[in-house]
C-alpha cells in the first residue's frame, strides 16, 4: 500500500513542526522533509517563524527557549523544555483570571 500524502497549509504544518520539536524530537533537515513533503528553503523558513514565535513569547525571561542545530547530530532540537513550559504556565495563568464575556 502507498503511503497517504498529507498536504498541510503553512499555518498547519508549522504548529506539527512545533509540536514534534516540543515532544523532545530532534529533527533532520531530511526528516522534516519529508515528514510536510517541502523544501529545505521551507524547512529554514519555517524553523525561522518558530524562532520568532520563542523570542517573542520569553521576552524578559531570564531562560529562554530556542531551536538549536545540533551539528553533531545534523538535527534541529528546541532547549531549555521545562523553562518554556513554565512560561506557558504563567501565560495560562494570566488567561484564567481574565473575565469570559
Do not use: C, W
Amino acid at each position: 500500500m502507498a503511503a497517504h500524502k498529507t498536504v498541510f497549509n503553512d499555518k498547519q504544518r508549522i504548529l506539527r513542526l512545533y509540536s514534534a520539536l516540543i515532544s523532545h524530537r530532534a529533527l533532520s533537515i531530511e526528516e522534516i522533509e519529508d515528514m510536510f513533503f517541502i523544501g529545505r528553503k521551507t524547512v529554514q523558513r519555517d524553523i525561522s517563524e518558530i524562532r520568532d514565535f520563542l523570542h517573542d513569547l520569553q521576552v524578559g525571561e531570564p531562560v529562554q527557549s530556542e531551536i538549536v542545530y545540533d551539528r553533531n547530530l545534523k538535527k534541529y532540537k528546541l532547549t531549555e523544555m521545562d523553562n518554556l513550559f513554565r512560561v506557558f504556565d504563567k501565560i495560562n495563568q494570566i488567561d484564567e483570571s481574565d473575565p469570559i464575556e
